[in-house]
């Protein structure tokens, strides 16, 4: 746990310091530009952001929201072409035809609900965007309905930070190391819904 803390306490700071960087902007596309890959509470991030430079604020959610749909486009692509070379191992090894055959029905369904749900709530890119991908969803339905709900979601935070400014500062300087914590919790939760629809 103290290790746990301190890592933390480290990403913590780092944050900090490029909020207050000229070069702010450009850091916040990089992060959320890699948010397929980073293990990073990026919500948590845009609130430093913003906190630092509140007239920003709309600047910064477009970036957010412009950076977080290419890196979700870059899953869908990952997952479209990364199952050509492994689905055909992945079906007798790792999952049944019937399983696969089901989830790609609840997703062929819900195509356009389930990616702007998914995009909205805390549910990991990383998961939504490469099954994405596996199940070869209409890329166009794909990236509107993502643009529309990270949009949302982070005008809402944007709309929290000019609302209640400083409690939310005070609540990240108690809370960050919890919220990172939270990311493992979020990525189990995520694998584990898309075993329950394959039931």
């Not at 933390?8 to 900090?16: C, V």
């Not at 195509?111 to 166009?140: R, Y």
């Not at 930070?161 to 960050?176: C, M, P, Q, S, T």
Request: glycine share 8%; charged share 10%.
């Amino acid at each position: 746990m103290i290790s746990m803390r301190q890592s933390t306490t480290k990403l913590y700071n780092w944050a900090i310091q490029k909020t207050a960087s000229s070069k702010a902007p450009l850091w916040l596309a990089l992060l959320f530009g890699l948010e397929l890959v980073v293990f990073i509470p990026l919500d948590a991030v845009l609130m430093f952001f913003c906190l630092q430079n509140r007239s920003r604020i709309p600047l910064y959610i477009l970036i957010a929201t412009v950076a977080s749909v290419i890196s979700g486009l870059a899953g869908y692509l990952l997952g479209h072409f990364l199952w050509d070379l492994i689905g055909g191992w992945v079906i007798p090894h790792m999952m049944s035809v019937s399983s696969f055959d089901r989830l790609s029905h609840h997703f062929q369904i819900y195509e356009n609900w389930a990616v702007f749900f998914g995009g909205l709530i805390p549910f990991p890119l990383k998961a939504l965007s490469l099954v994405a991908g596996v199940f070869q969803l209409g890329i166009v339905p794909f990236v509107t309905c993502l643009t529309l709900a990270r949009l949302v979601r982070f005008i809402l935070i944007g709309g929290v930070i000019a609302v209640w400014g400083e409690k939310v500062r005070n609540f990240l300087d108690r809370h960050f190391h919890r919220i990172f914590m939270l990311i493992g919790a979020k990525v189990a939760v995520a694998f584990l819904f898309l075993w329950i629809l394959a039931k």
